[in-house]
């Protein structure tokens, strides 16, 4: 046998050798910890929610599953920590509304594509919008469009910040109502608004569920419509949106998605898809998920989850369009 011969024997045993172990080492997935990049401080709503998730995964997966938070620019620093990873599923994005819905729409500088740089594993649920008012308010949503029509510019609501899926669910339904003219007032987070909307220094807020139902409850707020298809299951005496000023598919909920690096081979998708749908059919974990007045999604696919992302991204462009905001 020549030289030649022999170099090409040599190369064809040493990829096949390479081919044999990727492929089982995709069988045998996951033989180690899998890191979940939670792009968000620890300790808020999507943490939490990242942490039950991570435990049942960790269940079933037979490994550590450890929750890392990798906060900062609104989620971008731990979403391109995971796009930068190795494709191989152990690397992890509880990706958000705003890091997968918003990012590509209102930054400027972007540095990673929401669609194109991630592979979609399944949506997990979502946290309710709601529109809240102050008891001085009109009882009804319809009744507060008609006095903003009345009186324009004269009612103010407040968000937690400018960019922010909470202030675009507002901007959203100013033009689903008719285009009405409510003043934006922007603060720093939830903590903010709610006490200004409490003490009267604002007459409208949009916020989540599970925020703002412990002061509805108790007659400080009013929360006069919530942003889902159905009425919430956690608060089914609310109406929504659609039954309150008769839009047609308001829907505004802070979803979560669990993601990977683009290009993470396809079985290491399916096992991860299959285990997903296991973890996000747990009764016990709905039960948690109710205290955060979370609502679960639990029939996600991959395919599934990027066609939701793409229509997300549809819907809130023009609402981005027509706001004019670009953040640096």
């Known amino acids: 046998m020549n030289h030649f011969k022999l170099i090409t024997l040599a190369t064809a045993f040493f990829i096949s050798s390479g081919f044999v172990q990727s492929v089982s080492a995709q069988s045998t997935y996951p033989n180690k910890s899998i890191r979940l990049v939670v792009p968000f401080p620890a300790g808020g709503p999507t943490d939490v929610f990242a942490r039950q998730f991570g435990t049942r995964l960790s269940a079933l997966a037979g490994q550590p599953v450890v929750v890392d938070n990798k906060a900062g620019a609104s989620g971008a620093i731990g979403s391109v920590d995971v796009k930068r990873s190795a494709p191989d599923g152990y690397t992890l994005l509880f990706g958000t509304a705003s890091t997968h819905g918003l990012y590509n729409l209102i930054q400027k500088n972007q540095q990673y594509d929401a669609v194109t740089d991630f592979t979609h594993i399944a949506i997990l649920g979502g946290a309710p ?115 309150a000023i008769k839009t047609r598919g308001f829907e505004a909920l802070l979803w979560n998605v669990l993601t990977a690096p683009a290009a993470t081979p396809a079985p290491i998708v399916g096992s991860l898809s299959t285990m997903v749908s296991k973890v996000m059919s747990d009764a016990a974990l709905h039960e948690q998920l109710s205290r955060l007045a979370i609502q679960p999604t639990t029939n996600s696919s991959p395919a599934m989850a990027t066609a939701y992302v793409k229509a997300e991204i549809v819907k809130w462009k023009p609402v981005v369009e027509a706001t004019g905001i670009k953040l640096d």
């Open 129 to 243: 919008v709601v529109f809240a008012a102050h008891p001085s308010m009109p009882k009804t949503l319809k009744g507060i469009v008609n006095l903003a029509r009345a009186r324009p510019g004269q009612i103010q609501y407040g968000s937690p910040g400018e960019g922010t899926y909470l202030h675009l669910a507002f901007e959203r339904l100013k033009m689903d109502a008719g285009k009405i003219d409510i003043q934006h007032i922007p603060y720093k987070g939830s903590a903010q608004t709610l006490p200004a909307l409490i003490g009267g220094h604002i007459s409208m807020s949009v916020d989540t569920l599970g925020s703002a139902l412990p002061n509805h409850k108790v007659g400080k707020i009013r929360v006069v419509a919530v942003a889902t298809i159905n009425r919430s299951p956690l608060a089914p005496e609310l109406p929504t949106v659609d039954e």
